[in-house]
Every structure is written in C-alpha cells, then in structure tokens.
C-alpha cells in the first residue's frame, strides 16, 4: 500500500507506533466463512459495462485555417548562462 498510494497502513493512527500483521489467510473458503460470520457480502460486486466513447459535437463548417508561420524567431545573442552552484538533493526517508 505504501508503494501503491503512498500510504503507511501500518503505522498506528492513534499513537504512531507500527502494527504487525499477525496472519495472511489465501484460503477461499476459510475467507468465505469469516466474510458470512461478520455479515459482509462474499461475492464480489458485478462489473459495470464499459462505456463507450464521448459523444462528438456536430461539425459547423470549415475548420479555422491556421495563419501561415514564416521561420522560427531568432533569440537575440546573449552572453553565457550562468551556472548554477551544485547542490545535494534532499534525502527522504521510506520505511519498507
């Protein structure tokens, strides 16, 4: 979740402390069981069909014919840029 939505779903929000997780159940059926015992839904919700695209606005004539452009403008010679000083790039700190 934290790679994800840069959220810590570990880290406590009422005093900060980490939580630990205390187990990861895979099994179908037992994860059925849990969901019926607490009264939540063990089906997943249906799927909604796909839109199409957006709807076009009716043409009204002759697109707008762009002026014709000549060659790109000149910037006018400057002297050198100047250079600026090197600096060290922030640390952040993640905690994986």
Same mark, same amino acid.
């Given at each position: 979740m934290?790679?994800?939505?840069?959220?810590?779903v570990l880290a406590s929000l009422r005093c900060g402390?980490?939580?630990h997780m205390l187990a990861?159940?895979?099994? &179908?059926l037992v994860i059925r069981r849990i969901l019926t015992h607490l009264g939540l839904p063990t089906e997943p919700p249906p799927v909604a069909p796909a =839109?199409?695209?957006p709807p076009v606005a009716p043409a009204r004539g002759p697109p707008p014919v762009a002026p014709a452009r000549g060659p790109p403008p000149v910037a006018p010679a =400057? &002297?050198?840029l100047p250079v600026a @000083?090197?600096?060290? @790039?922030p640390q952040r700190e993640f905690a994986w």
């Open positions: 934290l790679r994800v939505s840069a959220k810590d402390s980490r939580r990861a159940i895979a099994d &179908g =839109r199409g695209p =400057r &002297g050198p @000083p090197a600096r060290e @790039p």
